[in-house]
């Protein structure tokens, strides 16, 4: 009788959220600016790395290329010329990348990009191989040592062994490095294959609550190492999430089989936990212990929003309070802005990201203030479902339906609210 009547009454708060009254109506029209500016601030990504492909291949071949679907990037040419030397090394990359490839849709009434072969990578530095030795599927990110001198040594420096054996280090791990034959400024990370952290998407609160206990528990470990990431934006949050679906995922298109054979299906975060992980060293910066108040000339990273760089671009500052605005923004934009039932953070996030990075806490701070957060939540709170802003009347429906099934099976099998990965 209890859970029918919280069912119902879910479902006419959805119904309320998405068919808004006077008393409402202000929070529907946030969140339609907020969907819009998001749309807008995509697009405007999209134009900048097409912008930045066309003058790339300008440089390259003195004109930009007309470039048929599915057709072999600037970028995708470069790597394609490495197969041999990291099927030497072992490392394999797909078949669209071999010397002797065929495109798969020659000769037949398909769009390239409906064929596995046909999806280009969307970062140029970045790829996908499988490791042979074990099949293990892993990322090539190739590295200029002159643009990141920092970042190898950064990357290494977390696989020493008594910190890469510690569960709170959450840098990805550096599995192997390769330099680059005839360029020997270009370097080559071998990493884990990793996931945008906000996909597939969260079920409950509890999951949101363990991500984010993961991330400050990770920036943590970084700040008491006396390394500073100065980029940890939404991009460079991954996750691993190999155990979330049912077979491998298509690194490029992840709602796909990897042979593209139909679409993947996946558990919850809930059901399979995962791990997540701060990446791009690129930036960061590591500091003697004796070091107390290290200065750094601003740097922007991926988020352009950071206050103290707005006026104050040519005064050294300390670069660890940036970290601390990066991560409270990544919250704010991600799980504030973007869904709702998550109230309860707003308070610590508002802190993260005031003007003055004199007055934002410090992790140690963010992570005790955060423990004492996740105390005070009841188990039914953890458990509820967490509700995008875009989905509509019929997609609530859709989810709200499939969480409450699900939720009673977990309760009944005593599955935690909070789902950690076992270390």
């Not at 790395?49 to 599915?70: D, I, K, N, S, V």
């Not at 009434?109 to 599927?137: K, Q, V």
């Not at 019929?394 to 977990?410: A, K, P, Q, S, V």
């Amino acid at each position: 009788m209890g859970s029918t009547y919280i069912d119902l009454a879910l479902v006419q708060r959805d119904w309320l959220y998405f068919n808004p009254t006077p008393g409402n109506k202000t929070l529907m029209e946030k969140n339609a600016k907020t969907k819009t500016e998001r749309k807008a601030a995509e697009a405007a990504e999209f134009e900048r790395l097409e912008a930045l492909r066309a003058q790339r291949e300008f440089e390259a071949f003195g004109a930009e290329r007309e470039r048929r679907p599915g057709t072999l990037t600037v970028y995708e040419v470069w790597w394609c010329q490495q197969y041999q030397w990291l099927k030497g090394k072992g490392y394999l990359l797909r078949p669209r990348y071999a010397p002797e490839w065929v495109p798969s849709w020659e000769g037949l009434r398909c769009h390239p990009f409906t064929c596995e072969d046909g999806n280009i990578s969307r970062y140029s530095h970045i790829i996908d191989a499988t490791r042979m030795s074990d099949g293990l599927y892993i990322s090539l990110k190739v590295v200029n040592k002159l643009d990141h001198p920092h970042e190898v040594d950064i990357g290494q420096y977390f696989m020493m062994e008594h910190l890469v054996s510690d569960p709170k280090n959450h840098c990805v791990p550096l599995l192997d490095v390769l330099s680059v034959p005839n360029e020997v400024e270009k370097q080559i990370l071998v990493m884990p294959l990793l996931l945008d952290f906000t996909k597939p998407r969260f079920d409950t609160v509890g999951e949101v609550v363990e991500c984010l206990r993961q991330l400050f528990e990770g920036l943590l470990f970084m700040h008491t190492n006396h390394v500073v990431h100065r980029d940890c934006m939404s991009r460079n949050i991954m996750m691993d999430a190999k155990d979330l679906y049912h077979e491998p995922y298509h690194p490029v298109q992840p709602h796909m089989k990897r042979d593209f054979s139909g679409y993947v299906k996946h558990f919850t975060r809930t059901q399979r936990p995962p791990k997540y992980y701060l990446i791009d060293f690129g930036l960061s910066r590591r500091y003697d212990a004796t070091e107390e108040n290290p200065l750094e000339y601003p740097i922007f990273g991926g988020d352009k929003t950071v206050p103290e760089f707005q006026k104050n671009a040519n005064v050294p500052m300390n670069p660890f309070p940036t970290d601390i605005y990066y991560l409270g923004n990544v919250i704010r934009e991600q799980f504030l802005y973007a869904r709702s039932g998550l109230e309860f953070l707003k308070p610590l996030v508002d802190d993260m990201v005031q003007d003055d990075p004199s007055g934002r806490p410090t992790m140690e701070a963010v992570v005790e203030r955060f423990d004492s957060i996740r105390q005070k939540l009841s188990t039914r709170k953890l458990r509820s479902r967490v509700i995008s802003v875009e989905d509509g009347l019929l997609e609530n429906m859709y989810y709200g339906t499939t969480h409450w099934r699900r939720r009673i099976g977990l309760i009944a099998r005593r599955v935690s609210a909070i789902p950690r990965p076992s270390d």
